[in-house]
C-alpha cells in the first residue's frame, strides 16, 4: 500500500513549500497546485486522494468552488481549509460539509493532526479537545460533542455510548449549561469562534 496522498491547494509559495516539507516528512505524499485551475487538473489524477488541504482565497477565484469535485471523488478524500478571513457563519457551514476549519497561519503540529484526524476518518479537529477542557465539559459530555460534530444524531448516539436518547438529552442540557448555549447550534458556534480566535504562527 502507498503513502497517503494529500493534495495541497495555495497560491502563497513559501506557504506551499512549508506545508509540503511538514507534510513529507510525516510520511504523506503531497501535490500541489498553487489555483483554483490547477486544483481542478489535480482532482482529475487517476490515483485517490487521502485528503485536500485547501486556501480558500486564490488567485484566480474562491477554492471553495473546489468542493463540488471533491466530493464527487471515490473515495471522498477529507478537506481541511486554512484560512485566515473566516468568520463563524462560514465555519459552522463547513462544518455541516464535514470540513475541517484551520485558522491562518497554521502551525505544523495542528496541521499534521488535523491530516491524522481526515486520513483516519475520524474528522473531530484537534482543537475540540481544548474547548472541551475550557469549558470543563465531563469525558462522557466531551464524547456526546465529539459525536455531534461528526454528524450523528442523538439516536445514533445513544446507541454508540450504548445508553437511552434521553439520557443523550440530558449530557446536551450539561453542555449547554457549561457553555453558556441554548441550543446545539450555538455550541458549535462557539467552538467555531474559539478556535478562530487561536493565534498560530508558521
Not at 454528524?151 to 457553555?179: D, M, N, Y
Amino acid at each position: 500500500m502507498g503513502l497517503a496522498r494529500v493534495l495541497v491547494v495555495e497560491d502563497e509559495p513559501e506557504l506551499r513549500r512549508a506545508y509540503r516539507r511538514a507534510l513529507t516528512q510525516a510520511g504523506y505524499a503531497v501535490g500541489e497546485a498553487s489555483s483554483c485551475a490547477d486544483g481542478e487538473l489535480a482532482l482529475r489524477d487517476c490515483r485517490p486522494w487521502a485528503a485536500v488541504v485547501l486556501d480558500l482565497k486564490l488567485g484566480d477565484g474562491d477554492g471553495s468552488s473546489l468542493l463540488p469535485a471533491i466530493r464527487k471523488l471515490r473515495p471522498t478524500p477529507g478537506v481541511a481549509v486554512i484560512s485566515g478571513h473566516a468568520d463563524a457563519e462560514i465555519a459552522l457551514d463547513l462544518h455541516h460539509s464535514g470540513i475541517l476549519l484551520l485558522p491562518k497561519p497554521v502551525k505544523a503540529q495542528l496541521l499534521l493532526s488535523a491530516l491524522a484526524s481526515l486520513v483516519s476518518n475520524s474528522g473531530a479537529p484537534p482543537f475540540l479537545e481544548s474547548f472541551a477542557e475550557a469549558m470543563r465539559l465531563s469525558p462522557r459530555e466531551r464524547e456526546v460533542l465529539r459525536l455531534a460534530y461528526l454528524r450523528r444524531t442523538s439516536a445514533e448516539i445513544a446507541r454508540e455510548l450504548g445508553c437511552a436518547p434521553a439520557t443523550v438529552g440530558s449530557h446536551w442540557q450539561r453542555i449547554f449549561h457549561k457553555c453558556g448555549c441554548r441550543s446545539q447550534r450555538d455550541v458549535f458556534a462557539l467552538l467555531a469562534q474559539s478556535s478562530h480566535e487561536v493565534v498560530l504562527d508558521g
